[in-house]
């Protein structure tokens, strides 16, 4: 059973920064990319991080040079987010390209973790 759990997340108050992490555990061969989505009141999921092969990573323009995605040597990425307005209010998801068998990949997604920008 493979399963991703995010944590960090909270209320800060706007121009602050949070730290999510998100820890993949369970029985795979390998992770091909990790990623985090949010999803705010009222609105669709949408991507905001991604990063493959350990080092390529990817943004969402409206988290440009205010996000960094990054990920250790163990089954593991953090979303460092600093400059938050109340527009970043959202369930934040971690997603994650999981190996179990080489050649078979499955999507996985975490239980997500609120994150409240708010005076």
């Known amino acids: 059973q493979v399963q991703l759990v995010e944590s960090g997340g909270g209320l800060v108050q706007p121009g602050g920064s949070l730290r999510l992490s998100c820890v993949a555990s369970?029985?795979?061969?390998?992770?091909?990319?990790m990623g985090w989505y949010r999803q705010g009141p009222g609105k669709r999921r949408e991507f905001v991080a991604e990063?493959?092969?350990?080092?390529?990573t990817k943004y969402a323009d409206f988290v440009k040079g205010r996000f960094t995605i990054s990920r250790d040597n163990a089954w593991n990425t953090y979303l460092e987010m600093n400059s938050l307005t109340p527009e970043d209010t959202a369930v934040y998801y971690c997603?994650?390209?999981?190996?179990?068998?080489?050649?078979?990949?499955?999507?996985?997604w975490g239980q997500g973790t609120q994150v409240t920008v708010s005076s």
């Open positions: 997603n994650a390209g999981i190996i179990r068998t080489p050649g078979y990949e499955d999507n996985y």
């Open positions: 369970g029985s795979f061969f390998t992770i091909s990319g």
């Open positions: 990063i493959r092969s350990g080092v390529r």
